[in-house]
C-alpha cells in the first residue's frame, strides 16, 4: 500500500510541475499541398524523412509493414514486412543513427495496459524485404488497472522521437486535452515502466512528433475538433529548452481544416525549420484521400516577436497587470475551473488563497503558465 501511495505521489508531484518558458502567441500557418498518397497508404500513421525518402506505417487492423514513399509523387516505392510483429495499432515511427522504431503504442479503445515498441536495423532496409526486429514492451506507471472509457482517457499515445539514446513519447489525452511526456531507454530487457517526465495543455489531440537535432527543436502535431463538429490541425513547436522540453520558448500554429489536410496523423523534418505532414483518408459524406503538405517556419523564426505578456507578471503570490491594461484575462486551474477573472483598471490581484500547484492565464492569444509554490 505504501508502495502504491509513493507512485501516487511521485505522478502527482510530476504531473504538477510548471514550465518556466515562453509561451508566444498562436500564428496560422498555411501548409503547402505535395501530393495525394496511394491507397496503400491510405491509413498513414506515422512519418519518418531518411535519406530523400518518405517512410510511413498504417495504424491498427493492417498488416505489420513500413513503406518507402516518394516525397514528390507520393508513390509507393518499395514495402517491408516486419517479421513476427503484430499491428495492435502502429502510431509512431522515429529512428536513431543506426535503427529504426515502430511504436504499436495506440489505445483509443482503452483495453491496453501493455505496449510496444519495434526495433529494426536501419542496415536491413538496403539487404531485405523481411525486417527482423527486436521487441521492447513496457507499461505507464501512472495508469490505472482495467479497462478504460473508449476515447474518454488519458493513456493513449501516438507521438514518439529518439533524443538524447533515449525514445520519448507524448500521449494523447482525450479526457483532459494535454499531453504526458514519457522517457524510455533506446533499448532494454524484460518489460519496464516508462519514465513519466512532465505534461503540457496542448488543447487538443496528438497524433505525431518530429525531432530536428541541428536546432534542437521539437515538433507536436495534433487536431482539435471545433464547436461545429468539425476537427481543425495545429502544431506545438517546442524550441531554446535545456533538460525538460516544456521548459522552453513554444509557440502552437495553426494549420488548418482536417477537411483539407487530411486526418494529419505524421510529421516529419525535412530541413532546417521545414517539413511534412501526412494525413490519413477520411471518409465521411465525401472521401478525402491521404495528403502530403510541407511547411516552412524560416520567415517565422526571423522575426524577433515581442513578448506579449511584457509587464503581466507574477510575484510572491500576487498578478500584476502594467497600467492601462484593458484585456480581460482568465486565471484557470488544471481542472480548467475560472479561478480569477480580471477587471478592467485593476492592476494586482492577490493569489494567496489558492492552492498550490499549476495555473494557467489566460489571454485571447497568448497563455502565461504560473506555479503557486506555497
Known sequence: M?????????????????QTGVTLPTMPLSPQFVTNLDPSNNETSGLLYFHDTLFSI???????AIFAIDPVSGTTLQTWAVLNA???????????????YIGD???????RSYFDIYQVALTDLTTTDTLPNLKLTFFYPDQPL???????????????????????????????????????????????A???????????????AAYDSVNNQIYLLGYQQQASGLYNTFMWMFWDFQNEIFNGTRRR????????????????????????????????????????????????MSIKVEELTKGVYF???????????????????TNRKVVIQTQKGKRSYNLERLEPGTYYLLAHDWTYKWLKNN
Open 194 to 208: 516508462a519514465t513519466l517526465v512532465d505534461s503540457f495543455q496542448v488543447n487538443g489531440l496528438i497524433t505525431d
Open 105 to 111: 503504442i495506440g489505445n483509443n479503445m482503452g483495453s
Open 86 to 100: 503484430q499491428n495492435n495499432d502502429w502510431e509512431a515511427l522515429t529512428a536513431s543513427n543506426s535503427n529504426l
Open 315 to 333: 510575484s510572491e503570490n500576487t498578478l500584476y497587470l502594467p497600467e492601462g491594461f484593458t484585456e480581460v484575462l482568465s486565471l484557470i486551474d
Open 58 to 64: 498504417n495504424d491498427s487492423g493492417n498488416a505489420p
Open 146 to 192: 482495467g479497462p478504460l472509457p473508449i476515447n474518454a482517457h488519458n493513456f493513449d499515445a501516438e507521438a514518439m522521437i529518439w533524443k538524447n539514446d533515449s525514445l520519448h513519447i507524448f500521449s494523447k489525452n482525450w479526457e483532459n486535452l494535454w499531453t504526458k511526456h514519457y522517457v524510455l531507454p533506446a533499448i532494454w530487457q524484460d518489460t519496464i
Open 253 to 300: 500554429l495553426e494549420l488548418g481544416s482536417t477537411l483539407s489536410l487530411a486526418q494529419t496523423e505524421g510529421v516529419c523534418i525535412t530541413g532546417p525549420f521545414t517539413g511534412l505532414i501526412s494525413g490519413e483518408q477520411i471518409n465521411t459524406i465525401v472521401t478525402i484521400p491521404p495528403k502530403v503538405h510541407s511547411w516552412n517556419l524560416n520567415q517565422l
Open 2 to 18: 505504501k508502495l502504491v501511495l509513493l507512485l501516487g505521489f511521485l505522478c502527482l508531484f510530476t504531473f504538477f510541475k510548471a
